[in-house]
């Protein structure tokens, strides 16, 4: 690991964290409305179990899971009406975020949202349901501890851990924007305003 500068730390060639960078407390009001607007749901897999973590979206594009496999879509399925308009803070933060990490020019159309509750996890994965893998990811994570981690271009192997807590921004792309990457089972603690839960924001360029 090596510090670009204060606050922010390469984890690998194309990851970099950003140490406690996005306002936590405005985006956690600009997440409530979204939310009344685009429900959590829990989604279904191709296999037909269902994931740990509920999630939702907002954006132009939004990230589904369900028999038929991955997607992105311009409709929510559970309201029948497109994702909410992603917060201008939202983008700013994501766009921002990417360049600092050396990825000018990110314009997202996607932001997956995740909620994880102590004992929820993500398994290891590689998000590559994006036509466009020019662009980075940006991940902002919000709430309590999550402990990250990431394998390389192979699935298995030994893993580099990466301790998020509320604030942070892990920006990912160029040779690392495929690496297989995921989230340990949450253990309990309680964040003063979020409680005892995390979000996680991700966003992508879609299309
Ligand atoms: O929750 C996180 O920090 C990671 C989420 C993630 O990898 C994803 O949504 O693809
Ligand atoms: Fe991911």
């Known amino acids: 690991m090596r510090d670009l500068f204060s606050d922010s730390v390469e984890i690998c ?5 950003l140490r406690d960078f996005a306002d936590s407390a405005a985006l956690q009001g600009e997440l409530e ?3 009344m607007a685009a429900p959590l749901r829990r989604m279904q897999t191709s296999r037909g179990s269902y994931m740990s973590v509920q999630t939702s979206n907002c954006g132009q594009f939004g990230w589904l899971s369900d028999r038929q496999g991955y997607r992105y879509s311009d409709i929510d399925p559970l309201t029948g009406e497109p994702w909410p308009v992603m917060p201008v803070i939202f983008r700013q933060l994501a766009e921002t975020a990417a360049e600092l990490a050396g ?5 997202p159309d996607a932001c997956l949202i995740n909620y994880y509750q102590p004992g929820t996890q993500m398994g290891a994965h590689q998000d590559r349901d994006e036509s466009d893998c020019d662009a980075p990811i940006v991940s902002v994570s919000l709430g309590i501890n999550a402990r990250f981690f990431v394998l390389g271009s192979e699935r298995r192997g030994s893993s580099i851990p ?5 604030g942070d921004v892990l920006v990912f792309g160029g040779p690392a924007r495929l690496f297989f990457h995921g989230v340990r089972k ?3 603690s309680e964040h003063p305003r979020f409680g005892p839960v995390r979000w996680n924001l991700t966003f992508r360029k879609a299309l």
């Open 13 to 17: 060639p194309g990851m970099v964290l």
């Open 162 to 166: 990466v301790n998020l807590s509320d």
């Open 103 to 107: 990825f000018p020019g990110f314009r």
């Open 186 to 188: 949450l253990k309990f």
């Open 33 to 35: 409305s979204v939310l």
